[in-house]
């Protein structure tokens, strides 16, 4: 139900923007969060935006970089990620759920991978 994608290859210093389409969920009902997971690493929080017109919040690392927005009409949700670092590099997920709170989200996209390298 949820399907990212956007990511790819970029040099260091460059952007790129995710983008996080549903098909069945309406986004209005649901916060929107982005994830990430390099390999070896622990899946990790990036950003999450909330139910309408509800909260944002980021990640500290991620902070003045990157920026969340929803297009309600379009039923996307976007992570446009700016000044990107080789630490960036990992596989990027968008999930669902009531409230950027919960601790589990109900519904988790494939995932879309970004790699960043010179």
């Known amino acids: 139900q949820l399907v990212e994608s956007g990511g790819g290859l970029v040099e260091p210093g460059g952007s790129l923007r995710l983008s996080c389409a549903t098909s069945?969920?309406?986004?209005?009902?649901?916060?929107v969060g982005w994830f990430r997971q390099a390999p070896g690493k622990e899946r990790e929080g990036v950003s999450c935006?909330?139910?309408?017109?509800?909260?944002?919040n980021y990640a500290e690392f991620v902070r003045g970089r990157f920026t969340i927005s929803r297009d309600a009409d379009k039923n996307v949700v976007y992570l446009q990620m700016n000044d990107l670092t080789p630490e960036d590099t990992a596989v990027y997920y968008c999930?669902?759920?009531?409230?950027?709170?919960?601790?589990?989200?109900?519904?988790w996209g494939q995932g879309t991978q970004v790699t960043v390298s010179s």
């Open positions: 999930a669902a759920s009531t409230w950027c709170s919960n601790r589990e989200f109900d519904f």
């Open positions: 069945g969920l309406t986004w209005d009902y649901y916060a």
């Open positions: 935006i909330g139910r309408s017109r509800g909260s944002i």
